[in-house]
């Protein structure tokens, strides 16, 4: 599973405005409604909001995960927001996330984005990569920096 496949330029919002996870969400599913992959904006943020309920995605080391099945996915859809100030989240670790990668699964095959769950954790493993992230300039360096990780 490539994650540079799945991630393209006009998904990567290299400067979220977002303090907190209410104003997060509907800007991060805002990229998908902008490429027409999400029709649906507002079943898309509840998705997500009723996933967070759960159990917070913010999973460590100022990344957020949100994640969620869609109805309307015909495919795995991922995006990717990187924010500067840092996002008010409940984190595990309790610290302000930096980047955020929003996932949504298809109904019918949820596995895919399980693997890119795997994947991405795999990748913010690798020292040096999230300040790497970070620092990119545009998203076409972003995707430069992932391909070169894969």
Same mark, same amino acid.
């Given at each position: 599973?490539?994650?540079?496949?799945?991630?393209?330029?006009?998904?990567?919002?290299?400067?979220?405005?977002?303090?907190?996870?209410?104003?997060?969400?509907?800007?991060?599913?805002?990229?998908?409604?902008?490429?027409?992959?999400?029709? /649906?904006?507002?079943?898309?943020?509840?998705?997500?909001?009723?996933?967070?309920?759960?159990?917070? @995605?913010?999973?460590?080391?100022?990344?957020?995960?949100?994640?969620?099945?869609?109805?309307?996915?015909?495919? @795995?859809?991922?995006?990717?927001?990187?924010?500067?100030?840092?996002?008010?989240? /409940?984190?595990? /670790?309790?610290?302000?996330?930096?980047?955020?990668?929003?996932?949504?699964?298809?109904?019918?095959?949820?596995?895919?984005?399980?693997?890119?769950?795997?994947?991405?954790?795999?990748?913010?493993?690798?020292?040096?990569?999230?300040?790497?992230?970070?620092?990119?300039? @545009?998203?076409?360096?972003?995707?430069?920096?992932?391909?070169?990780?894969?």
């Amino acid at each position: 599973m490539k994650i540079s496949e799945l991630l393209k330029p006009s998904l990567i919002k290299m400067s979220l405005q977002a303090d907190n996870k209410d104003e997060l969400f509907p800007e991060m599913v805002q990229l998908f409604v902008n490429e027409g992959l999400i029709k /649906d904006r507002s079943t898309a943020v509840r998705i997500l909001e009723e996933r967070e309920a759960k159990m917070s @995605t913010g999973i460590a080391n100022g990344l957020g995960l949100p994640h969620g099945k869609l109805p309307e996915a015909k495919q @795995t859809l991922l995006a990717m927001g990187i924010s500067k100030e840092g996002i008010e989240y /409940d984190s595990l /670790d309790g610290e302000l996330v930096y980047i955020v990668i929003t996932i949504f699964a298809e109904l019918e095959n949820p596995g895919q984005h399980i693997q890119v769950l795997a994947e991405m954790s795999r990748l913010f493993s690798i020292p040096g990569f999230k300040e790497r992230i970070q620092a990119a300039a @545009t998203p076409a360096e972003v995707l430069d920096i992932i391909r070169s990780e894969e």
